[in-house]
């Protein structure tokens, strides 16, 4: 059974979060409770409040909700695997090598945009845009996936998109398939399947 404690004040969520952890340490004393925070601020605030009220705040672990999603994905499907800002960084910053190296259709804005910078500076521009669309697209799993569907699902270009939107849904295309999968060519393991978090989550739900 599920219980939700709310209220607007984090001070008087402490006794029942006390209350609840106390009954879970009597029942599995070795099991560590995960409590999902938004910060370490709020961590560290939630261990000295919890210390006060149970004594010792032991065998405790604060992860973000993004790592503990990602936790149920991984245990659900051990292949699974979810690309995050970090990994997706990496991999779009050698797609945008390829594509000025490459002079690759459909990129010309990027290319043009890395192209303007000195020898020099060409693959730190690319790295920097790469981390911004990085970001982008992991915003765009989370806010906007019929947008993404519509991207992956259809063959040809929205005629009525900017252009912007055209780069970037070939850009995104040339990452992921129709699935959402991460694609073989991206991947040091085949075996893995990388998948942005909303992607995998929804995938381990449904099996």
Do not use: C
């Amino acid at each position: 059974m599920i219980r939700v404690h709310y209220s607007n004040r984090l001070e008087n969520l402490i006794a029942p979060l006390a209350g609840a952890i106390s009954k879970q340490q009597r029942l599995a004393p070795l099991t560590r409770i995960p409590i999902i925070v938004p910060g370490r601020a709020i961590e560290h605030y939630l261990k000295h409040r919890l210390s006060e009220a149970i004594g010792v705040a032991a065998n405790l672990d604060f992860p973000f909700l993004r790592v503990f999603l990602r936790r149920i994905v991984e245990a659900a499907d051990p292949k699974s695997r979810i690309l995050d800002v970090e990994e997706l960084e990496l991999v779009l910053f050698e797609v945008l090598r390829r594509a000025v190296r490459d002079n690759a259709p459909g990129l010309e804005a990027p290319r043009g945009y890395i192209e303007a910078a000195s020898d020099t500076d060409r693959e730190l521009r690319a790295f920097n845009l790469a981390g911004q669309i990085a970001r982008l697209f992991r915003e765009y799993s989370i806010t906007r996936q019929p947008m993404l569907r519509r991207w992956t699902n259809s063959s040809r270009a929205d005629t009525e998109a900017s252009e912007t939107e055209h780069w970037q849904r070939h850009l995104y295309r040339s990452i992921f398939d129709a699935t959402g999968h991460l694609r073989n060519e991206w991947k040091n393991d085949a075996e893995l399947n990388w998948m942005l978090l909303p992607d995998a989550f929804e995938a381990a739900a449904q099996s």
